[in-house]
């Protein structure tokens, strides 16, 4: 991604998470705290250490500051691991909605996050309604 180098599942995977997180100018910590638990509790990351859990988090950080959120999430639905679509936009989702706030600036992200994935509207709908009912009160 930086100097032509493709992201790792992992990498790809966590951007999506990561570009919900920075979507609407910031990163509000409760946000970030549902990224770091979405990620750790996922097969995906099970073999990675802390110290490369957080330099894949700062990597994917930096590229957010350098490029943008769009440009991030282009070379993350590149590289995401088959089948991991609907799970990336589901996490997403509870991330955006983890304030109990929706954004416009969220909502244009998610929307065009449903469309790179090719995730059905309909589908969409359901799952972000869920998340909204879990992350009520």
Not at 95 to 100: E, H, M, N, S, T
Request: with cysteine; aromatic share 6%.
């Amino acid at each position: 991604m930086d100097g032509g180098g493709k992201l790792s599942p992992q990498e790809a995977y966590a951007g999506v998470l990561m570009g919900a997180t920075a979507c609407d100018g910031h990163f509000a910590d409760d946000e970030v705290n549902s990224l770091v638990v979405a990620l750790a509790r996922m097969k995906l990351f099970e073999r990675m250490n802390d110290k490369q859990f957080g330099q894949m988090l700062d990597k994917l950080h930096g590229v957010i500051k350098k490029k943008g959120v769009e440009f991030l999430i282009d070379g993350c639905v590149e590289q995401l691991p088959s089948g991991l679509e609907k799970t990336a936009f589901t996490n997403a989702c509870d991330i955006v909605l983890a304030d109990g706030v929706v954004e416009d600036d969220e909502k244009a992200f998610i929307d065009s996050l449903r469309k790179r994935l090719n995730i059905e509207s309909k589908t969409a709908k359901v799952i972000a309604e869920i998340m909204v009912v879990k992350n009520k009160g």
